[in-house]
C-alpha cells in the first residue's frame, strides 16, 4: 500500500483555502504517496468539489458514533461521507485531552467504518509515561480498547509531547514504537507518524521501517511545505 500523507488543518482555514488543494494538486501532480486533506468540517464540502479530478482526498476530524437524531453539535459519518469525507481520524490527543475516551474511539470508528469512511485511530503517550517507561504499554492499551472490530483502517502514533512543539520522537524512538504497534495489530492497518514532521525531517521519518506515512498539523498549512513532505514519500 501507498504511504498516506495526510494533512491535519485543525481548527484553520476558510473556504478561500480551496485555492490550496488546486495549487498542492499542481505542486503534486503525480505523487507516490496518497494524499489526503482534513480541513475543518464547515468547509469539507468546499474543499471536496476543489478537490475533484485530482488525486488528493478530503477527510474529517471527528465524527460521531450516533446515526442522525438528537445530538446536538456533533457530525454524522453519513453527511461527511455524502459530503466528500474518505476518511475521519479519530481520537486525536487535541480530543482526548477534552475527554474523548478509548471506548468512545472504537464506537466512532465503528459507524464510520459502517458509512464508507476510513478512520485514522491516533494513539500517543505524553511526556511523562515515555519518561516512566511505560509508552509502549501506554499506547499498547490504546490501541486494544479503541481500534474497531473489523474493517479498513490506518493508526497514526502521535507522541504528545511532539505535537506542535518542534521536539520530533528520534528515529529509534519511533522505529521501536512502530514495530511495536505493527507486532499488536498485524500486516495490514498502515501506521502514520505524526508529531512535527516538516519537510526537514519528512525524509528521514518517512524512510524508517513500519512507518506508513505521516500526519501532519502546522507544516501542512502551507502548500510548499506539505507538498515537499508529500515528496518526500515513497
Ligand atoms: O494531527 C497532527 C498532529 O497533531 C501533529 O501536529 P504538528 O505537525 O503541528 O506537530
Not at 33 to 44: N, T, Y
Not at 67 to 83: K, M, Q
Amino acid at each position: 500500500m501507498k504511504q498516506l500523507i495526510a494533512a491535519n488543518w485543525k481548527m484553520n482555514g476558510h473556504p478561500d483555502w480551496a485555492s490550496k488543494v488546486r495549487q498542492l494538486a499542481k505542486l503534486v501532480p503525480a505523487p507516490s504517496a496518497e494524499i489526503l486533506i482534513c480541513p475543518p468540517h464547515l468547509i469539507l464540502d468546499t474543499l471536496s468539489a476543489a478537490a475533484d479530478e485530482t488525486s488528493i482526498a478530503i477527510g474529517a476530524q471527528d465524527c460521531s458514533e450516533f446515526s442522525a437524531g438528537a445530538h446536538t453539535g456533533e457530525s454524522d459519518a453519513a453527511l461527511l461521507a455524502e459530503i466528500g469525507a474518505s476518511y475521519v481520524i479519530l481520537g486525536h490527543s487535541e480530543r482526548r485531552a477534552a475527554g474523548e475516551t478509548d471506548a468512545r474511539v472504537k464506537a466512532k470508528a465503528g459507524r464510520a467504518i459502517e458509512q464508507g469512511l476510513r478512520p485514522i485511530i491516533c494513539v500517543g503517550e505524553s511526556l511523562a509515561q515515555r519518561e516512566a517507561g511505560s509508552a509502549v504499554s501506554v499506547v499498547g492499551a490504546q490501541l486494544q480498547a479503541s481500534l474497531p472490530d473489523g474493517g479498513e483502517f490506518d493508526i497514526a502514533y502521535e507522541p504528545i509531547w511532539a505535537i506542535g512543539t518542534g521536539k520530533t520522537a528520534t528515529v529509534t524512538d519511533i522505529a521501536e514504537m512502530h514495530t511495536a504497534i505493527r507486532d499488536m495489530v498485524g500486516e495490514t492497518p498502515r501506521i502514520l507518524y505524526g508529531g512535527s514532521v516538516k519537510p526537514a525531517n519528512a525524509q528521514e521519518i518517512l524512510g524508517i521501517m513500519n512507518v506508513g506515512g505521516a500526519l501532519v498539523g502546522g507544516a501542512s498549512l502551507e502548500m510548499e511545505s506539505f507538498a515537499t513532505i508529500v515528496q518526500a514519500a515513497h
